[in-house]
């Protein structure tokens, strides 16, 4: 069974930082770019940051960057999201997806074929 489980979340403060990992089982991850995606409450899902299957290509939404870095260890099959600097605007249910895509990667939700089920992550003092 294709399975994306997302751990590293929990109550942070403004300025604080997490990693968050996206460990995939029952399949590898060396195919497919991976997505960090997030959806806060009363607001749609949006794509933060996304890795090419490669690692050589990454994407970020203006909203993060210079404070989210996305990372891969395909040794491990596992992703990674390194968030500094975190707001209370950041405060979200954070998911990981795979897309089995050679090349350049997106934040487009519908090119994604396989979600984890969320970590949660509140931003607040």
């Known amino acids: 069974q294709l399975q994306l489980v997302e751990s590293g979340g929990g109550l942070v403060q403004p300025g604080g930082s997490l990693r968050l990992s996206c460990a995939a089982s029952?399949?590898?991850?060396?195919?497919?770019?991976i997505g960090w995606f997030r959806q806060a409450p009363g607001k749609e899902r949006e794509g933060v940051s996304c890795?090419?299957?490669?690692?050589?290509?990454?994407n970020y939404a203006d909203s993060v960057k210079g404070r989210l870095t996305i990372s891969r260890d395909n040794a491990k099959n596992t992703v990674y999201l390194q968030m500094n600097s975190l707001k209370p605007e950041d405060t979200a249910v954070y998911y990981c997806a795979a897309d089995p895509l050679f090349g350049p990667c997106g934040l487009g939700r519908t090119s994604y074929d396989y979600w984890g089920q969320g970590t949660q992550v509140p931003v607040s003092s």
């Open positions: 890795i090419s299957s490669n690692g050589n290509n990454t």
């Open positions: 029952g399949f590898t991850l060396d195919y497919f770019a």
